[in-house]
């Protein structure tokens, strides 16, 4: 294989190409998994045989739809949009291994049966489910196109939270709370899930007063949404914005000068300084600020080096402004600890956020008692947001449920409330009797009493029989889930890991390419 095509191939993997004028450099986002090859390499860049074999390992598509699988693997997989296969360098790297003409009908024509299919096995594992709940994620490409998505979660017999995404909705004309409650409202009734339903966790702000009438269902702010808006409000209350502004400028200082980022190397490295890529935030992102003024402050001795030999003393940060970073470092190393223990992958029930925000208040309440005004500020800010999910009843009871954090609510000496309504779905469960009722309460007492609990709760209530009742209503509480996208999306540096790649999809393809993408 040639050098020259071996770089076409890359680039296309890299998101390169006729649309990489359209990426700014700080923005841009490598693919949002670990693409690997194969182990022939030819001068450190894969084979045209390695590329190939790992494509043909990695293809969710054989499935006897036609001869464009690898493209439809790529499209898939790398969220590329159709476009793409008429490209030159694509079509000269696949075309070795293809027996028809590559074109953009003929594959969109493959994709839409792909989408037919999966769809049907979607639609028979939703027909068979009970007691659903959605999440619905509100975002824009680049061009500020609006988009929608709703996925669906229940917990299965053999006790697995399992999720689909169902439709992504184009917004063509607005993207009101009012809009999107109107498709979401659609779509369900499209997948026949609208009576099964009984909650939404939604990023949009707004929704809950846009409700629809006949709906049952009762909305939940995303929890890493609702963290995000605290720190934004806590940044604009603390009068911070300038300063991040002034550490967005330093970034894109040395992201536009090769020399002045060489001499920070080397600067780096004779003060031996860990050295980091300098990471520009996006907007008033708290993970993304949080790793940006960490960079900063670990290699501030070098950047004030290379700022006195190139005279920005515009850029140069007092001692004072330091000092604020740090505060908010501090801050954010809890925020980021704290959502850490949602968990790592898919999507985690409601029942750990009354415990998470316990132990992020106390965290903050030490801080603040040391002298930390953002933490005390950002305190009060998400006390306004999220303290009272304590004394909403779904949250308590789903965590009196929760075996690993009952005692959040348990030690309080009132929970008639939980137990009262424990009792009131017991007693509308289809498999209840009324001889039962006297032994009710020596349930609730075994479960209150039980400690020691080391299995997650899913486990738990699949292996205590003892506790089937129970386990019935606790099958309807834990399938609702507290964040509108999956937490590995909410833990990841860059949010845009995904976002940059289905920015760029055609309009007319979002739904099916995200479908398939998120269905495997």
Same mark, same amino acid.
């Given at each position: 294989?040639?050098?020259?095509?071996?770089?076409?191939?890359?680039?296309?993997?890299?998101?390169?190409?006729?649309?990489?004028?359209?990426?700014?450099?700080?923005?841009?986002?490598?693919?949002?998994?670990?693409?690997?090859?194969?182990?022939?390499?030819?001068?450190?860049?894969?084979?045209?045989?390695?590329?190939?074999?790992?494509?043909?390992?990695?293809?969710?598509?054989?499935?006897?739809?036609?001869?464009?699988?690898?493209?439809?693997?790529?499209?898939?997989?790398?969220?590329?949009?159709? *476009?793409?296969?008429?490209?030159?360098?694509?079509?000269?790297?696949?075309?070795?291994? &293809?027996?028809?003409?590559?074109?953009?009908?003929?594959?969109?024509?493959?994709?839409?049966?792909?989408?037919?299919?999966?769809?049907?096995?979607?639609?028979?594992?939703?027909?068979? #489910?009970?007691?659903?709940?959605?999440? #619905?994620? &509100?975002?824009? *490409? *680049?061009?500020?196109?609006?988009?929608?998505?709703?996925?669906?979660?229940?917990?299965?017999?053999?006790?697995?939270?399992? *999720?689909?995404?169902?439709?992504?909705?184009?917004?063509?004309?607005?993207?009101?709370?009012?809009?999107?409650?109107?498709?979401?409202?659609?779509?369900?009734?499209?997948?026949?899930?609208?009576?099964?339903?009984?909650?939404?966790?939604?990023?949009?702000?707004?929704?809950?007063?846009?409700?629809?009438?006949?709906?049952?269902?009762?909305?939940?702010?995303?929890?890493?949404?609702?963290?995000?808006?605290?720190? /934004?409000?806590?940044?604009?209350?603390?009068?911070?914005?300038?300063?991040?502004?002034?550490?967005?400028?330093?970034?894109?200082?040395?992201?536009?000068?090769?020399?002045?980022?060489?001499?920070?190397?080397?600067?780096? #490295?004779?003060?031996?300084? /860990? !050295?980091?890529?300098?990471?520009?935030?996006?907007?008033?992102?708290?993970?993304?600020?949080?790793?940006?003024?960490?960079?900063?402050?670990?290699?501030?001795?070098?950047?004030?080096?290379?700022?006195?030999?190139?005279?920005?003393?515009?850029?140069?940060?007092?001692?004072?402004?330091?000092?604020?970073?740090?505060?908010?470092?501090?801050?954010?190393?809890?925020?980021?600890?704290?959502?850490?223990?949602?968990?790592?992958?898919?999507?985690?029930?409601?029942?750990?956020?009354?415990?998470?925000?316990?132990?992020?208040?106390?965290?903050?309440?030490?801080?603040?008692?040391?002298?930390?005004?953002?933490?005390?500020?950002?305190?009060?800010?998400?006390?306004?947001?999220?303290?009272?999910?304590?004394?909403?009843?779904?949250?308590?009871?789903?965590?009196?449920?929760?075996?690993?954090?009952?005692?959040?609510?348990?030690?309080?000496?009132?929970?008639?409330?939980?137990?009262?309504?424990?009792?009131?779905?017991?007693?509308?469960?289809?498999?209840?009797?009324?001889?039962?009722?006297?032994?009710?309460?020596?349930?609730? !007492?075994?479960?209150?009493?039980?400690?020691?609990?080391?299995?997650?709760?899913?486990?738990?209530?699949?292996?205590?029989?003892?506790?089937?009742?129970? #386990?019935?209503?606790?099958?309807?509480?834990?399938?609702?889930?507290?964040?509108?996208?999956?937490?590995?999306?909410?833990?990841?540096?860059?949010?845009?890991?995904?976002?940059?790649?289905?920015?760029?999809?055609?309009?007319?393809?979002?739904?099916?390419?995200?479908?398939?993408?998120?269905?495997?």
């Amino acid at each position: 294989m040639s050098r020259r095509r071996v770089h076409f191939a890359n680039d296309f993997h890299r998101g390169r190409g006729r649309r990489q004028r359209d990426f700014q450099k700080d923005r841009f986002m490598p693919l949002p998994y670990k693409r690997i090859y194969g182990t022939k390499w030819s001068h450190g860049k894969p084979n045209l045989q390695a590329q190939q074999n790992h494509n043909q390992q990695e293809l969710p598509t054989n499935r006897g739809y036609g001869s464009n699988d690898k493209v439809l693997n790529i499209i898939i997989k790398d969220l590329q949009p159709l *476009s793409s296969v008429t490209r030159h360098y694509l079509t000269r790297t696949l075309q070795s291994s &293809l027996d028809v003409q590559l074109s953009a009908s003929c594959i969109r024509n493959e994709l839409q049966n792909l989408y037919r299919h999966k769809r049907v096995e979607v639609q028979n594992a939703l027909n068979n #489910a009970s007691n659903l709940a959605l999440s #619905a994620e &509100l975002w824009s *490409s *680049s061009e500020k196109v609006f988009y929608l998505t709703v996925s669906c979660h229940f917990i299965t017999e053999n006790w697995k939270l399992t *999720s689909y995404v169902l439709d992504t909705a184009h917004l063509l004309t607005k993207h009101t709370a009012e809009n999107a409650a109107e498709h979401l409202l659609r779509i369900s009734n499209e997948w026949n899930i609208t009576e099964k339903t009984q909650s939404v966790v939604t990023n949009i702000d707004g929704i809950k007063k846009a409700h629809i009438n006949g709906c049952r269902w009762t909305y939940i702010p995303c929890f890493a949404h609702t963290l995000d808006k605290v720190f /934004r409000e806590t940044m604009q209350r603390t009068d911070c914005e300038s300063l991040l502004r002034k550490c967005q400028q330093i970034v894109a200082f040395f992201h536009q000068s090769d020399k002045a980022s060489h001499n920070l190397q080397q600067y780096s #490295a004779s003060l031996s300084l /860990r !050295q980091s890529q300098l990471t520009q935030s996006s907007g008033l992102n708290w993970r993304t600020t949080l790793h940006m003024l960490k960079n900063i402050l670990e290699q501030w001795p070098a950047i004030f080096n290379v700022f006195v030999d190139r005279r920005e003393d515009d850029l140069c940060l007092s001692e004072n402004e330091r000092k604020i970073m740090e505060n908010i470092v501090a801050v954010l190393n809890i925020l980021k600890e704290v959502t850490e223990e949602i968990g790592s992958q898919g999507f985690s029930p409601i029942s750990k956020i009354i415990p998470l925000v316990q132990n992020l208040q106390e965290r903050l309440r030490k801080h603040w008692m040391g002298g930390n005004g953002i933490a005390k500020k950002l305190s009060e800010i998400c006390d306004y947001h999220i303290g009272n999910s304590k004394k909403i009843l779904r949250f308590r009871v789903s965590t009196a449920l929760d075996p690993q954090n009952k005692t959040s609510v348990l030690q309080e000496s009132d929970i008639e409330d939980i137990t009262e309504e424990i009792r009131k779905q017991i007693r509308g469960s289809a498999d209840h009797c009324s001889r039962d009722t006297e032994s009710q309460e020596s349930v609730f !007492q075994r479960y209150w009493k039980t400690t020691n609990i080391s299995v997650n709760a899913l486990e738990f209530w699949k292996s205590n029989k003892e506790f089937k009742k129970l #386990a019935t209503v606790a099958r309807k509480y834990l399938t609702m889930v507290s964040t509108a996208i999956p937490v590995e999306r909410v833990h990841q540096l860059q949010e845009s890991q995904l976002a940059n790649r289905r920015n760029f999809l055609e309009p007319e393809n979002v739904n099916m390419i995200l479908f398939l993408n998120s269905n495997k």
